[in-house]
T-cell receptor, first 114, second 113 residues
């Protein structure tokens, strides 16, 4: 059973470009969470999605960030017009059921904005 | 509101000596608590979890943690450190009804030969 997959593992963008981060949950998992880890800090919750639904986006910045989890395909975290402060590691986690605290994490995408 | 405080940002031990990583939590209800480990440039791996069953929780790689409600603590211990234990460790508390997790700032464990 493959684990949570994220791609790309490393992404370099110039200021003003768009970044698209992908997350494929574990097989059988229909709940996806995105977290951001800034340097020297712990992970901060961003958004919780179920297939075709955003359940909780209380941790998402109000502008430039969006997330989706379509019926088919991976979950996408999209950052428009990236700025240097967006440089971070972005982790995706999945769980098999709602409000399941046992979440399985992917390897992360390290975004660098130059 | 839920929160977690890791009391040490960096802990250094010698190989073969005990490990203690300290964590205090705050929760308005009975929480679920976790310890995750992150090796350099890698994802997070669940070490152990507490979900209101036994207060002494055993995890992988010889780690264990004890939930102490009276002290609001969930310290991580291991009797004998191994070089491969060098990593960053995160104490985590369940965030609320929606299932998100709240992470501490992490403790970097160094193991000297």
């Amino acid at each position: 059973n493959a684990g949570v997959m994220q791609n790309p593992r490393h992404l370099v963008r110039r200021r003003g470009q768009e970044a698209r981060l992908r997350c494929s949950p574990m097989k059988g998992h229909s709940h996806v969470y995105w977290y951001r880890q800034l340097p020297e800090e712990g992970l901060k919750f961003m958004v919780y999605l179920q297939k075709e639904n955003i359940i909780d986006e209380s941790g998402m910045p109000k502008e430039r960030f969006s997330a989706e989890f379509p019926k088919e395909g991976p979950s996408i975290l999209r950052i428009q017009q990236v700025v240097r402060g967006d440089s971070a590691a972005y982790f995706c986690a999945s769980s098999p059921q709602r409000e399941a605290y046992e979440q399985y994490f992917g390897p992360g995408t390290r975004l660098t904005v130059t | 509101a839920q929160s977690v405080t890791q009391l040490d940002s960096h802990v250094s031990v010698s190989e073969g000596t005990p490990v203690l990583l300290r964590c205090n939590y705050s929760s308005s209800y009975s929480p679920s608590l976790f310890w995750y480990v992150q090796h350099p440039n890698k994802g997070l791996q669940l070490l152990l979890k507490y979900t209101s069953a036994a207060t002494l929780v055993k995890g992988i790689n010889g780690f264990e943690a004890e939930f102490k409600k009276s002290e609001t603590s969930f310290h991580l211990t291991k009797p004998s450190a191994h070089m491969s234990d060098a990593a960053e460790y995160f104490c985590v508390v369940s965030g609320g009804s929606q299932g998100n997790l709240i992470f501490g700032k992490g403790t970097k464990l160094s193991v000297k030969p």
